[in-house]
């Protein structure tokens, strides 16, 4: 980034429309290392045990909220049983929820489904996609630090391979787990959140 600011800056006579373009590619570059430093800061807390406050969250109520104006990609459909309440960061839990989402975009082929219930003590919140999925022998490589697939690279040549892990962890901060499996909805992946559920608000 520097190198090419460098020698646009060096340049007697620029021309406008590929200075454009320029700013434009460092502008996507500049916020995919945002996005790295993001990951790295909250991997960082994870690993120190920070803590993060906590409160009621309803998982469906948090999925319509993300999902609000996403317009371009797979098609994405939610299925929501109505409130299912855990107890966790509402950012966090926002987090494991765009990073499953982002990744079922880069596989997904046409639709996106996402489901919200409660089974048993468990909230549970999957995401299906109707891609090639993940192999069998490759389900728990996929939630190691900077672990990609080779799909993955080729699809999203910028991305860290720290999305997952990070779910996974933040999961596993607040008692749950998150999984991965073959779709029976959709035939590709599919990614299962579940954290302890809170009883439904009182009156």
Avoid at 7 to 24: C, G, I, K, N, Y
Avoid at 80 to 90: E, F, H, T, Y
């Amino acid at each position: 980034m520097r190198t090419r600011i460098e020698v646009e800056l060096s340049d007697p006579e620029p021309d406008p429309h590929a200075r454009e373009l320029l700013l434009t590619a460092l502008l996507a570059d500049t916020e995919r290392l945002e996005n790295i430093v993001a990951d790295l800061l909250e991997l960082a807390r994870l690993d120190t045990g920070a803590t993060a406050a906590s409160e009621r969250v309803d998982l469906s109520a948090l999925v319509a909220e993300e999902l609000v104006g996403r317009r371009n990609g797979p098609v994405i459909q939610v299925h929501s049983a109505g409130p299912v309440w855990v107890l966790a960061n509402r950012l966090r839990v926002a987090r494991v929820l765009t990073n499953l989402v982002a990744n079922a975009e880069r596989h997904a082929r046409s639709r996106i489904d996402i489901t919200v219930d409660r089974e048993g003590e468990s909230a549970v919140l999957r995401v299906h996609d109707d891609g090639a999925g993940v192999p069998e022998r490759d389900r728990e490589r996929v939630f190691e630090r900077f672990a990609r697939l080779r799909e993955s690279r080729e699809r999203d040549p910028g991305g860290s391979g720290l999305g997952l892990p990070i779910s996974r962890e933040i999961a596993e901060d607040y008692g749950g787990t998150l999984t991965v499996g073959a779709s029976d909805r959709l035939g590709g992946a599919v990614f299962t959140f579940r954290l302890p559920a809170e009883p439904g608000r009182l009156a």
